[in-house]
């Protein structure tokens, strides 16, 4: 299995530290989120990454180069200069990811859950990893019913940003700038979604406010 790892955004919730810095070089816990990223797929058996690049793409290029420091092989999806959200960005990097079900990474989250451990059934387009709703995200985004995702307004979980599709998920698509979720809401109509719910440590440091609480947390631990 191949990975993706997003990280061509701008990280506007970060700022002033994204104005000078992409998102996925910001360090917690003493190196970049990333890198985090990068060592649980190398602990995983995924070697073959595909990571976009977009805002300060340079110095993540310079600061990965082919990622063999990192135990795995970077293939870089060069975006230009106006990010492609992320239903754009996946869909612009499917002929870097080939033919089979690959995984998605936000490079902006912190996760303790093995990825090895992640399969997409036969009948799924997509399988979505979701936690308990965060303070910060109280409604949560979907439902989960025997193993299904569903749309609906109660008993919501978060999609943490960990995910499984095939490139059926992104059927009809063209190459532009366009996000991940009206694709869901298709697939999830279509009884095209599994899921499952992950009740570990996860940490969504998209703003500086939750980084400082993230690196808290993992100072607390060494």
């Known amino acids: 299995m191949k990975a993706m790892l997003l990280a061509a955004g701008r990280g506007e919730r970060l700022r002033p530290i994204t104005d000078t810095l992409p998102k996925a070089l910001v360090p917690v816990g003493g190196k970049p989120l990333v890198a985090w990223h990068l060592a649980a797929l190398a602990r995983a058996g995924i070697r073959d990454v595909v990571v976009n690049l977009s805002w300060l793409g340079g110095q993540l290029r310079a600061a990965l180069g082919d990622g063999r420091d990192f135990g795995v092989r970077i ?23 080939g033919p089979e ?37 109280p409604r949560g985004d979907f439902g989960l019913e025997t193993g299904w995702v569903v749309n609906r307004d109660t008993e919501r979980f978060t999609y943490c940003g960990v995910g499984l599709y095939r490139p059926e998920f992104f059927g009809g698509c063209r190459d532009g700038r366009f996000p991940l979720l009206p694709l869901l809401n298709r697939a999830i109509g279509a009884r095209r979604v599994r899921g499952e719910l992950y009740s570990g440590q996860w940490s969504d440091a998209g703003t500086s406010e939750r980084l400082a609480d993230l690196n808290a947390r993992l100072r607390a631990l060494q």
């Open 75 to 97: 293939t870089w999806s060069e975006e230009g200069p106006v990010p492609l959200e992320t239903g754009g960005g996946i869909f612009h990097a499917l002929p870097l990811l």
């Open 101 to 137: 079900p690959f995984l998605v990474v936000n490079s902006d989250i912190w996760i303790e859950l093995p990825f090895s451990g992640l399969e997409l059934p036969s009948d799924a387009h997509a399988h979505l990893v979701l936690v308990p709703n965060p303070p910060h995200h």
